[in-house]
């Protein structure tokens, strides 16, 4: 396995793979639509998508970074095939992302999911991810009854 950043190839099973996942669980909702019909906007705004892929180059999970307009920035559309699951694909996704941030000075990482989605808050914390409460305001998915932050502080 390795972690790739976005390429156009594996732009549909980005968005069938989230697709997928989330109408397992939820429902789709105009928000999830907004995010996947437009990842270009993400990638153009400095955002990443990131992958992990084997040796056939399937894609096993896949994570997004992106900046939002008050300079937070959010992991989005984080999933891993449902075969998948448990090999610590998602889990390099989500360090590749995190990492990302990194190397891109940002200040502070949001994540927004549901506490059905157990897995993915135990990862969440596993990096350091603190609980903090939803705002709806700034995610209005139906879904999100959870949030998380991460802050990194750098040396000048």
């Known amino acids: 396995m390795k972690i790739v950043p976005y390429e156009k190839k594996y732009k549909e099973d980005f968005i069938e793979m989230n697709k997928q996942w989330i109408s397992q669980m939820f429902v789709i909702e105009e928000e999830d639509l907004a995010v996947l019909n437009n990842i270009e906007c993400a990638l153009e705004a400095g955002g990443q998508i990131f992958f992990a892929v084997d040796d056939a180059e399937e894609v096993l999970a896949c994570c997004m970074i992106a ?3 008050n300079g937070e920035w959010e992991i989005e559309k984080f ?3 449902g075969m998948y699951t448990g090999t610590g694909a998602g889990s390099a996704c989500l360090k590749a992302c995190i990492d990302y941030a990194r190397a891109k000075c940002v200040k502070k990482v949001v994540i927004v999911t549901n506490t059905k989605c157990e897995q993915a808050i135990h990862l969440y914390k596993k990096f350091g991810f603190i609980e903090v ?5 700034k995610f209005p998915f ?3 009854n959870i949030a998380f932050e991460q ?3 750098y040396d000048n």
């Open 79 to 81: 999933c891993a095939r």
């Open 151 to 153: 802050i990194f502080s």
């Open 67 to 69: 900046p939002l307009p």
């Open 142 to 144: 139906e879904r999100a």
């Open 133 to 137: 409460p939803v705002d709806k305001e």
